[in-house]
């Protein structure tokens, strides 16, 4: 990996606002209050980089043997939270660089990174298939990736309706933790969203539902690494049948090892779907979901 940590600088335009936060069913004055209260001036450091927070308790937590040893000794892992300061921003990247020569994969994911500062560890939430991916998503995608990826992570952990429907304290609890009052994160969220209710919004209109239906089929297991195809149900039978095959190797998983979804995608909405069918393998037998359209096969 390139540990200087630059790339593309791409700060948001008016735009990626209101398209972000439509993914969400939310205006750009719940995104401005968001990233009003929620993030620091910005997704650059000084120096052009993603702006980043190293945490040396989830270091420790990722680390185990000799590795969580030499990090312990060289005052990067500690196994309490304040045990080791944050220490000046300007500290954080060449702890960061230390930690990586250490184990890449354990100091990327105890960082957070970007506008909305997401822990590395919540990658899949943020919507990628590594932390390498989400890095380096951060570092050449622009701002507007940063927002996408804290987007992303809002609606994976079921805060999107909380931001929809103003529950402020119930938002900031979930993105937070418990000690978000201690800091007024609530009351913080609904002035900036008062104070920007009273500004014009930036014109824009979202595309056009597009004329074919485009479904995703999602699935893995302990044995099957994760895999997510797009297809219509005008495609060749033989595209279906491979989604098809695919799908029922499910059932020569373990039990509790084993997960497929189907999402219809909405209005301009990609990769993030609506959920339409979804079932969980939890004994031998294949698993349903009653009452649902069922996969082709």
Do not use: C
Request: proline content about 6%.
């Amino acid at each position: 990996m390139d540990t200087t940590f630059k790339g593309v600088v791409a700060r948001l335009s008016d735009t990626d606002l209101p398209r972000i936060g439509y993914g969400i069913g939310v205006g750009e004055d719940e995104v401005h209050a968001f990233l009003d209260v929620e993030t620091a001036g910005g997704g650059y450091d000084d120096e052009g980089r993603p702006k980043i927070l190293f945490e040396p308790a989830k270091f420790y937590a990722h680390l185990s043997g000799d590795a969580r040893a030499q990090a312990v000794a060289a005052g990067l892992a500690a196994p309490k939270w304040g045990d080791i300061p944050y220490g000046a921003q300007s500290s954080q990247y060449p702890k960061l660089i230390k930690a990586i020569a250490i184990d890449e994969t354990a100091a990327l994911k105890s960082a957070s990174w970007g506008i909305g500062q997401v822990l590395g560890e919540n990658f899949g939430a943020a919507g990628y298939d590594s932390v390498q991916t989400m890095v380096a998503d951060m570092v050449n995608g622009g701002e507007a990736a940063q927002l996408q990826a804290a987007v992303n992570f809002i609606k994976a952990n079921g805060l999107d309706d909380e931001l929809r429907n103003h529950q402020w304290a119930a938002f900031a609890r979930g993105y937070n933790g418990a000690g978000y009052a201690k800091n007024a994160y609530d009351t913080k969220l609904a002035a900036r969203f008062k104070w920007w209710q009273g500004k014009p919004d930036t014109p824009w209109t979202p595309q056009a539902r597009p004329s074919t239906t485009v479904y995703a089929l999602t699935w893995g297991s302990s044995d099957i690494p994760k895999e997510t195809r797009y297809f219509t149900f005008d495609h060749q039978s033989d595209a279906v049948a491979r989604l098809a095959i695919a799908v029922l190797a499910l059932d020569q998983a373990p039990a509790n090892a084993a997960y497929a979804s189907l999402s219809r995608l909405p209005d301009s909405v990609y990769p993030d779907g609506m959920p339409l069918v979804a079932w969980t393998k939890t004994s031998d037998e294949r698993p349903t979901d009653e009452g649902s359209a069922e996969i082709p096969a």
